[in-house]
């Protein structure tokens, strides 16, 4: 497949305190390819390796209204190493938020921007994917959501159903893609997480997005005006990002 989904995209009223909070988080380091920009990887790899899962977080004004579509699972290797990263994050800024999760073995926290995100559980499935296990996007048709992106960058599809679907990268690295259904509300106006796809294998930019405009992806603009990379929308509305060969991130 032509296209690695290479990272999530964060946006942020200040991308050098958040950036901070993340890379600590994570155990990533962190670094800065321009003003309002603030990039993390992980120790040992540099982008855009493909074993590397990155983090970027870009500096955008906050807007009044926002519904939170994408959130990223944490991983865990036992109970006490979820109880101590709670911990941890709690002393980096993190705080406990109510989303009616009820009585549920994960913990769910906001970053010090109100990010909301999960600290799961131990899970065999989750062992070898790294600090991040997942990243959460909420739909209306998960089947749909598993055959777009399936297509989009050729991740295998672990399960699927009316409720929920997983996807992964055939290669078993870094987190696994989960889509969630959700009630449907009111339309969202912008969501301040999303994912980067990078063409490989020689590929061209212009020809990955054609091919993504066949599968279902339309035009969106979110202001970006004249940019290196290709703002796009899932068949529900997320947008994404297709970077140029050799780019960073938008």
């Known amino acids: 497949m032509a296209l690695r989904l290479v ?62 579509r994408v959130h990223l699972d944490l991983a865990t290797t036992s109970a006490r190493h979820q109880a101590e990263l709670v911990a941890r994050l709690r002393e980096l800024g993190a705080a406990p938020v109510d989303v009616g999760q009820g ?11 109100g990010n909301v995100f999960r600290v799961r559980e131990p899970r065999e499935g989750y062992r070898d994917t790294g600090p991040i296990a997942a990243v959460v996007v909420g739909c209306a048709d998960p089947r749909v959501m598993a055959g777009f992106w399936g297509e989009a960058v050729g991740w295998v599809v672990h399960e699927v159903g009316d409720d929920r679907a997983v996807l992964r990268s055939g290669r078993e690295v870094g987190p696994f893609l989960e889509f969630v259904r959700q009630v449907p509300g009111a ?10 796809l990078l063409p490989e294998g020689g590929k061209e930019q212009a020809a990955e997005v054609a091919r993504l405009r066949e599968l279902g992806a339309r035009s969106a603009d979110v202001g970006q005006g004249e940019v290196s990379w290709v703002v796009l929308a899932d068949p529900e509305g ?12 938008p």
């Open 238 to 249: 997320n947008e994404f990002c297709v970077l140029g060969r050799g780019s960073s991130a």
């Open 7 to 68: 990272q999530v995209n964060v946006k942020a009223r200040d991308e050098v305190a958040l950036g901070r909070f993340w890379a600590q988080a994570l155990g990533y380091r962190m670094s800065s390819e321009g003003p309002g920009v603030s990039n993390l990887e992980p120790e040992g790899v540099a982008w855009p390796d493909p074993d590397g899962f990155y983090v970027d977080l870009v500096r955008v004004p906050d807007p009044e209204a926002v519904r939170y």
């Open 187 to 196: 339309e969202p106006v912008w969501s301040r997480i999303h994912v980067d």
């Open 103 to 113: 009585e549920v073995p994960w913990v769910v926290l906001a970053d010090p921007e």
